[in-house]
């Protein structure tokens, strides 16, 4: 019977421990929350392919929040739903900010275009089945499909102030993100985020703000955590982002901070 209560989990740095495994026993307890009708999902800046050994361990058959919220899609059905990057835009502006980076990749549903992979290894995991296309950043004009993300490498003498001013006109049809702890940017598609892409999940299946319960740990999360009134931060998530959660877990997630939270969270929403 279902409990129409939608759970949605960041991965790295909160469900999965630091080996980016899911522990014993919250992978337990998840699934015995499923059994019991509750919605387990996924909110994510990853894509499918580095989701998919989680997304069966689980056995998650509803939709997912995907690419930070770019992609909404359920693997059992192949529902999809993209909110890309207009790509037209994306384009022009490559061509202007050439100088700022030295090394890109531009991933869409099912290709990765990239000129060096030495600077994004972490984003080559479970390429089986993705199209891979190499060259400068003139490839660019080849895409074809709306693109889910724009990754670049900054220089080290890139002036971050003056790559938004030369980005400015664009800020319309997308926005760009800096990396806290590394020296990336990122290009996404304008109004796009966790929060919103939960939001459409709750709507497909009819459940109520109060009845969403969201966990995070950093920047990307930062709208999920301010949006809904149950939100947790990871006790070792990014202490600046304290003010915009509801609850702080009590364990990290090395110490199953989900399960006790939510073990908690659960004896009162009913």
Known sequence: MSK???????????????????SFITK???KKLQKQGYIITFSTGRSFRNVKRYVEELNIENL???????????????????????????????????????????????SIYYDDKR??????????????????????????DEPLTFLGRLKKDANKEKLINILQPFLNDFDIRFWR????????????????????????????EENIIVFGDAE??????????????????????VKYATYVTKKDNNHNGIYHSLRQILKFIK
Do not use: C, R, W
Not at 4 to 22: A, E, P, Q, R
Not at 99 to 109: H, K, R, W
Not at 181 to 208: H, M, R, W
């Open 4 to 22: 129409n209560i939608l759970i949605s989990l960041d991965l790295d740095g909160t469900l999965l421990n630091d080996k980016k495994n899911i």
């Open 28 to 30: 337990n307890y998840l």
């Open 64 to 110: 997912l929040v995907l690419n930070n919220g770019s992609t909404i899609y359920n693997p059992k059905t192949n529902e999809k739903i993209i909110h890309g990057i207009k790509l037209e835009s994306l384009k022009e502006a490559v061509k202007l900010i050439t100088s700022f980076f030295d090394g890109f990749i531009v991933e869409t549903f099912d």
């Open 119 to 144: 600077y994004f290894v972490f984003a080559f995991e479970n390429t089986e089945n993705i199209k891979l296309i190499q060259g400068d950043y003139s490839i660019v004009n080849n895409i074809n």
């Open 181 to 208: 702890d590394a020296p990336y940017f990122e290009i996404v598609a304008k109004n796009v985020s966790k929060a919103k892409g939960i939001q459409i999940l709750a709507t497909k299946y009819n459940i109520t």
């Open 220 to 241: 990307n999360d930062l709208e999920m955590l301010e949006t809904f009134k149950n939100s947790f931060l990871m006790k070792n998530g990014n202490k600046e982002l």
